[in-house]
């Protein structure tokens, strides 16, 4: 049998002290539950949960419901409960430590999660210290809600570059009905290149770029992704970007957190990182953290070869009217003497161009 704790704050918690009898013995049955698990989210039957309590389904409904309105737990119609205060009494760190001994059974108790709690669920871990990125909680895929800025929603799918991805595609689809699958399959023309839509998922056009540390980093359509990511990453990342709804001027500040995720500790799953960066930046709580020095090295690289290719076109120029102010004192310098200087000036340019050979 396993052993559960409550603290002894349970009895004056504010949230709980005005509660009925029948509620906190309820409230304490989720939190003591033989159906519970490690992160305070599971699945009872209710007629057996009823049974423990020596009642009936429709009286521990009616409890439930009452609970659900305190905002201490929330409940489905096929049983499974979420015991909001779960926390309170259970040490998130231990549960959820990414090397915890728990961490596994966690990882599998936050995947089957039910989908319309997965981001609030989320949340609430980030609220008690967890971080959701490292322990690769499973953040869902959503369409956006919202249009990219003044194109109408309903523009079709040859529309101009900034046209939203959910346009109709060729076959009178919307790009995010297609799914990941539809994405990946796309051709290198495919007709969307909305805000959000598959214009990246080509490969024909990848370049590389010099990195500052890690050899060569890809370049995707301006996208720069680490060095080490393969051409199968590649492509799935760029799906779950073309498929989350994040706005593109957020891609690359995601892609940058990576970059500095995987200099720091080693990032398991990079698509299903970017897959919750993705998710973050579409519902506004996306900050970068390792993701900003990345971004700074990279201004100041380029900074420094903007600062190198204006000092290279300066000597250019300088060159060149050096070559003219020559020939205008030629100009004036003796028929006679003018021979033998030119024929002196093209000796050295000769010897130069021989000396750099």
Known sequence: MRQRTISDFFWRDPSISDLSQEDKATLLYFLTSPSSNIIGCYQIVWMIAAAEMGWTKDQLLVVAKRLKEKGLVDFSSDGWIWVKIWWKHNSPGVALNPNSKLISHAKKQCAVVPFEWLVAFGESLEAVGIDTLAIGYPYPQKAPSHPAPNVA???????????????????????????????????????????????????????????????????????????????????????????????????????????????HYTVKSPVGFVRALAQRALIGTFIPEYGIAIAQARKTREQYAKTQAEQKEAERRAWKQEAVDLEVALAKVPRHLRAKMEKHLEAAAEKSKASQL
């Open 153 to 263: 929603a309903d523009a079709p799918y040859h529309a101009s570059s900034d046209a939203p991805c959910h346009a109709a595609s060729e076959k009178g689809k919307p790009q995010l009905e297609q799914g990941l699958d539809g994405a990946l399959g796309a051709p290198s023309d495919a007709p969307c290149d909305g805000r959000r839509g598959n214009r990246y998922l080509v490969s024909g056009n990848t370049t590389t770029n010099s990195s500052t540390e890690n050899g060569k980093a890809v370049v995707v359509d301006d996208l720069i992704f680490p060095s080490a990511t393969t051409k199968l990453e590649l492509e799935a990342i760029l799906a779950v970007l073309a498929s989350s709804g994040a706005y593109q001027d957020q891609w690359q500040a995601i892609l940058d957190e990576l970059t500095g995720a995987r200099q």
